[in-house]
Protein backbone atom coordinates (compact mmCIF):
# COMPACT_ATOMS: atom_id res chain seq x y z
CA UNK A 1 0.00 0.00 0.00
CA UNK A 2 1.49 3.21 -0.82
CA UNK A 3 1.88 6.57 1.24
CA UNK A 4 -0.69 8.66 0.37
CA UNK A 5 -3.41 5.27 0.73
CA UNK A 6 -2.08 4.61 4.07
CA UNK A 7 -2.82 8.44 5.16
CA UNK A 8 -5.86 8.08 3.39
CA UNK A 9 -7.10 5.06 5.45
CA UNK A 10 -5.82 6.79 8.70
CA UNK A 11 -7.31 9.69 8.19
CA UNK A 12 -10.91 8.18 7.04
CA UNK A 13 -10.43 5.66 10.26
CA UNK A 14 -10.02 8.56 12.88
CA UNK A 15 -13.23 10.61 10.86
CA UNK A 16 -15.39 7.24 11.18
CA UNK A 17 -14.26 6.94 15.05
CA UNK A 18 -15.14 10.42 16.03
CA UNK A 19 -18.41 10.13 14.05
CA UNK A 20 -19.14 6.96 16.25
CA UNK A 21 -17.93 8.41 19.47
CA UNK A 22 -20.57 11.00 18.74
CA UNK A 23 -23.00 8.98 17.87
CA UNK A 24 -22.44 6.80 20.96
CA UNK A 25 -22.87 10.47 23.17
CA UNK A 26 -25.82 11.71 21.74
CA UNK A 27 -27.37 8.32 22.05
CA UNK A 28 -27.16 7.61 25.84
CA UNK A 29 -27.77 11.40 26.97
CA UNK A 30 -27.95 14.23 24.39
CA UNK A 31 -27.62 16.83 27.30
CA UNK A 32 -24.29 15.44 28.18
CA UNK A 33 -21.75 17.63 29.00
CA UNK A 34 -17.55 17.19 27.37
CA UNK A 35 -16.35 16.99 30.99
CA UNK A 36 -19.14 14.55 32.05
CA UNK A 37 -18.31 12.62 29.05
CA UNK A 38 -15.17 12.66 30.12
CA UNK A 39 -15.11 12.21 33.62
CA UNK A 40 -17.46 8.93 32.62
CA UNK A 41 -14.60 7.67 30.50
CA UNK A 42 -11.90 8.42 32.86
CA UNK A 43 -10.34 4.90 35.06
CA UNK A 44 -10.42 6.64 38.71
CA UNK A 45 -14.05 7.96 37.76
CA UNK A 46 -15.09 4.29 36.87
CA UNK A 47 -13.27 3.01 40.06
CA UNK A 48 -14.92 6.09 42.44
CA UNK A 49 -18.37 4.40 40.94
CA UNK A 50 -18.34 1.22 42.16
CA UNK A 51 -20.50 1.45 45.15
CA UNK A 52 -20.34 4.98 45.44
CA UNK A 53 -23.71 7.84 45.53
CA UNK A 54 -23.95 11.24 45.57
CA UNK A 55 -27.28 13.13 47.93
CA UNK A 56 -27.84 16.41 49.10
CA UNK A 57 -29.60 14.69 52.32
CA UNK A 58 -27.69 14.13 55.48
CA UNK A 59 -26.26 10.88 55.46
CA UNK A 60 -28.07 8.64 58.23
CA UNK A 61 -24.32 7.27 59.35
CA UNK A 62 -23.73 11.00 60.47
CA UNK A 63 -27.31 11.11 62.92
CA UNK A 64 -26.20 12.95 65.76
CA UNK A 65 -22.93 14.18 64.97
CA UNK A 66 -22.62 18.04 65.32
CA UNK A 67 -21.34 18.42 61.92
CA UNK A 68 -20.90 22.47 61.78
CA UNK A 69 -20.80 22.81 65.37
CA UNK A 70 -17.01 21.35 65.28
CA UNK A 71 -15.92 24.34 62.57
CA UNK A 72 -16.36 26.43 65.64
CA UNK A 73 -13.43 24.34 67.60
CA UNK A 74 -9.83 25.60 66.77
CA UNK A 75 -7.00 23.77 64.96
CA UNK A 76 -4.38 22.20 67.69
CA UNK A 77 -1.00 22.66 65.93
CA UNK A 78 2.12 21.53 67.96
CA UNK A 79 3.40 25.17 67.87
CA UNK A 80 0.42 26.23 70.05
CA UNK A 81 -1.28 28.24 67.30
CA UNK A 82 -4.83 27.98 66.80
CA UNK A 83 -6.16 31.18 64.90
CA UNK A 84 -6.22 29.41 61.94
CA UNK A 85 -10.07 27.33 61.20
CA UNK A 86 -10.49 24.60 58.76
CA UNK A 87 -10.25 25.78 54.83
CA UNK A 88 -12.93 26.25 52.42
CA UNK A 89 -12.74 24.91 49.66
CA UNK A 90 -14.22 27.00 46.24
CA UNK A 91 -15.33 25.52 42.48
CA UNK A 92 -13.52 28.34 41.20
CA UNK A 93 -10.67 30.45 41.22
CA UNK A 94 -13.22 33.35 42.02
CA UNK A 95 -13.91 31.80 45.86
CA UNK A 96 -17.37 31.00 44.93
CA UNK A 97 -18.89 27.66 45.98
CA UNK A 98 -20.54 25.80 43.29
CA UNK A 99 -23.98 24.74 44.50
CA UNK A 100 -24.97 22.54 41.64
CA UNK A 101 -22.27 20.16 43.30
CA UNK A 102 -24.28 17.76 45.48
CA UNK A 103 -23.78 18.11 49.09
CA UNK A 104 -22.89 14.33 50.54
CA UNK A 105 -20.49 11.51 48.87
CA UNK A 106 -20.91 8.02 50.52
CA UNK A 107 -19.25 4.75 49.30
CA UNK A 108 -18.78 1.02 51.13
CA UNK A 109 -16.10 -1.03 49.91
CA UNK A 110 -15.23 -4.61 51.91
CA UNK A 111 -11.58 -4.76 51.95
CA UNK A 112 -9.74 -7.93 52.26
CA UNK A 113 -8.27 -8.47 55.53
CA UNK A 114 -5.17 -11.17 54.16
CA UNK A 115 -4.73 -8.78 50.89
CA UNK A 116 -5.61 -5.28 51.88
CA UNK A 117 -6.76 -3.11 49.32
CA UNK A 118 -7.11 0.38 47.74
CA UNK A 119 -10.56 2.91 47.99
CA UNK A 120 -10.84 5.65 45.46
CA UNK A 121 -13.45 8.16 45.90
CA UNK A 122 -14.43 11.54 44.76
CA UNK A 123 -15.80 13.29 41.20
CA UNK A 124 -14.61 15.07 38.61
CA UNK A 125 -15.10 18.31 40.36
CA UNK A 126 -13.90 17.67 43.80
CA UNK A 127 -10.94 15.08 42.49
CA UNK A 128 -10.39 11.55 43.39
CA UNK A 129 -8.82 10.54 46.66
CA UNK A 130 -7.54 7.11 47.66
CA UNK A 131 -7.41 5.00 50.80
CA UNK A 132 -4.71 1.84 50.86
CA UNK A 133 -5.19 -0.43 52.81
CA UNK A 134 -1.78 -2.86 53.75
CA UNK A 135 -2.28 -6.50 53.90
CA UNK A 136 -2.57 -7.30 57.32
CA UNK A 137 -4.28 -3.76 58.62
CA UNK A 138 -7.38 -5.58 58.99
CA UNK A 139 -7.79 -7.87 61.93
CA UNK A 140 -10.85 -9.58 59.22
CA UNK A 141 -12.98 -8.75 56.02
CA UNK A 142 -14.41 -5.43 56.85
CA UNK A 143 -16.78 -3.18 54.90
CA UNK A 144 -15.17 0.56 54.90
CA UNK A 145 -17.27 3.46 54.55
CA UNK A 146 -17.02 6.86 53.41
CA UNK A 147 -18.96 9.74 53.95
CA UNK A 148 -17.31 12.72 52.54
CA UNK A 149 -18.43 16.34 52.15
CA UNK A 150 -18.63 18.40 48.54
CA UNK A 151 -19.27 21.55 50.05
CA UNK A 152 -17.40 24.21 51.79
CA UNK A 153 -15.09 22.23 54.10
CA UNK A 154 -14.65 18.85 52.81
CA UNK A 155 -14.99 16.28 56.12
CA UNK A 156 -14.15 12.91 55.61
CA UNK A 157 -15.89 10.65 57.82
CA UNK A 158 -14.80 7.27 57.90
CA UNK A 159 -16.20 3.91 59.36
CA UNK A 160 -16.56 1.58 61.08
CA UNK A 161 -15.76 4.46 63.74
CA UNK A 162 -12.61 3.74 66.25
CA UNK A 163 -11.82 1.08 63.98
CA UNK A 164 -7.63 0.72 64.95
CA UNK A 165 -5.18 -0.59 62.43
CA UNK A 166 -2.36 -3.03 62.56
CA UNK A 167 -0.37 -1.52 60.13
CA UNK A 168 -1.52 2.50 59.30
CA UNK A 169 -3.40 3.11 56.38
CA UNK A 170 -2.21 6.34 53.78
CA UNK A 171 -4.94 8.88 52.67
CA UNK A 172 -4.71 10.77 49.43
CA UNK A 173 -6.69 13.69 49.77
CA UNK A 174 -7.20 15.74 46.60
CA UNK A 175 -7.16 19.32 46.60
CA UNK A 176 -8.67 19.89 43.81
CA UNK A 177 -11.03 22.63 44.40
CA UNK A 178 -8.67 25.33 46.14
CA UNK A 179 -7.47 28.22 44.71
CA UNK A 180 -4.55 26.43 42.66
CA UNK A 181 -3.03 30.39 42.17
CA UNK A 182 -2.26 30.08 45.70
CA UNK A 183 1.02 27.78 45.59
CA UNK A 184 2.45 28.51 48.85
CA UNK A 185 -0.97 27.32 50.57
CA UNK A 186 -2.00 24.55 48.98
CA UNK A 187 1.43 23.37 49.79
CA UNK A 188 0.91 24.39 54.03
CA UNK A 189 -2.02 21.85 53.67
CA UNK A 190 -2.41 18.99 56.14
CA UNK A 191 -5.06 16.79 57.86
CA UNK A 192 -6.65 16.77 61.38
CA UNK A 193 -8.57 15.03 62.68
CA UNK A 194 -11.38 15.93 65.36
CA UNK A 195 -11.93 15.64 68.78
CA UNK A 196 -15.28 16.12 70.11
CA UNK A 197 -14.58 18.25 73.03
CA UNK A 198 -10.78 19.02 72.27
CA UNK A 199 -10.87 20.57 68.31
CA UNK A 200 -8.92 19.15 65.78
CA UNK A 201 -5.59 17.31 66.44
CA UNK A 202 -2.83 17.73 63.24
CA UNK A 203 -2.23 14.20 61.46
CA UNK A 204 1.39 13.43 60.30
CA UNK A 205 0.99 14.63 56.64
CA UNK A 206 2.29 16.58 54.04
CA UNK A 207 1.15 18.57 51.00
CA UNK A 208 2.48 17.87 47.56
CA UNK A 209 0.08 20.79 45.89
CA UNK A 210 -2.38 18.47 44.60
CA UNK A 211 -3.18 16.42 47.57
CA UNK A 212 -2.30 16.49 51.32
CA UNK A 213 -1.12 12.47 52.02
CA UNK A 214 -1.23 11.37 55.63
CA UNK A 215 -0.65 7.99 57.06
CA UNK A 216 -3.64 7.23 60.03
CA UNK A 217 -3.75 4.63 62.48
CA UNK A 218 -7.18 4.83 63.19
CA UNK A 219 -10.75 5.69 62.33
CA UNK A 220 -12.18 9.27 62.81
CA UNK A 221 -13.99 12.17 60.99
CA UNK A 222 -11.05 14.37 59.10
CA UNK A 223 -10.42 17.39 57.50
CA UNK A 224 -8.18 19.58 55.91
CA UNK A 225 -6.61 22.87 57.34
CA UNK A 226 -3.66 25.07 56.68
CA UNK A 227 -0.19 24.58 59.32
CA UNK A 228 0.66 28.24 58.69
Not at 70 to 82: R, V
Request: proline share 4%; aromatic share 8%.
Amino acid sequence: MSTRMLRRFAATTIALGVIALGAVSCSDSPMQSRGEIAELASPMAQLAAIGQTLQDVTPSELAGIDIDGAYEQALLKPSGSTKSLLIDFAETNEGEVDFSTRRWLVKSQEISAEDGGTIVFGTNKVGYSTIEFPAGALDEDEVITIVHKLRGKRDLFLFPEGTVFNTPVTVRFSLEGLNRRQLKRLLAMRLFYHIPDSGWELVPSYSDGSFVIATLEHFSRYAVGSDE
